[in-house]
């Protein structure tokens, strides 16, 4: 009588496994987020390159540069780990049932599409920014 019991348990557990998996996954997998303090005045061409990438659109006028740059603005390490773990925990609680909602709503969790524009000194270095798109 013990043997069906163990074996349901085992099979419980293994379809638990499978069917949590597409939201925690999701959730882990989305953007980083930005460290949006480079763009402050004064801050330097090559780490505004670092953190937000190559820009998509240079050109010079007068002598000075002007960038444009277009990233995804995404969710902190804590955001992430703790939505992830929340959909995990809900697709124990009901069995894989959760993935139903928790799927489509991480779907829409994709970050925040931005593109800021760049003007820099002389040096190179960070004289005026303006945000483009929020």
């Given at each position: 009588m013990?043997l069906?019991?163990?074996?349901?348990?085992?099979?419980?557990?293994?379809?638990?496994?499978?069917?949590?998996?597409?939201?925690?996954f999701?959730?882990?997998?989305?953007?980083?987020?930005?460290?949006?303090?480079?763009?402050?005045?004064?801050?330097?061409?090559?780490?505004?390159?670092?953190?937000?990438?190559?820009?998509?659109?240079?050109?010079?006028?007068?002598?000075?540069?002007?960038?444009?740059?277009?990233?995804?603005?995404?969710?902190?390490?804590?955001?992430?780990?703790?939505?992830?773990?929340?959909?995990?925990?809900?697709?124990?609680?009901?069995?894989?049932l959760?993935?139903?909602?928790?799927?489509?709503?991480e779907?829409?969790?994709?970050?925040?599409?931005?593109s800021?524009?760049?003007?820099?000194?002389?040096?190179?270095?960070?004289?005026?920014?303006?945000?483009?798109?929020?």
């Amino acid at each position: 009588m013990k043997l069906p019991v163990i074996i349901l348990t085992c099979l419980m557990a293994t379809a638990i496994s499978l069917l949590s998996g597409c939201s925690v996954f999701m959730a882990a997998k989305q953007p980083p987020k930005k460290d949006l303090t480079v763009l402050n005045v004064g801050t330097p061409r090559n780490v505004i390159i670092a953190e937000l990438g190559s820009p998509v659109h240079t050109e010079t006028k007068d002598g000075l540069r002007m960038d444009i740059y277009n990233f995804v603005q995404g969710y902190s390490k804590g955001a992430k780990a703790g939505r992830a773990v929340f959909h995990g925990a809900a697709d124990v609680l009901t069995l894989g049932l959760w993935e139903v909602v928790g799927t489509p709503t991480e779907g829409t969790f994709d970050g925040n599409r931005m593109s800021v524009e760049v003007r820099y000194d002389a040096s190179d270095r960070v004289r005026e920014v303006v945000t483009i798109k929020k």
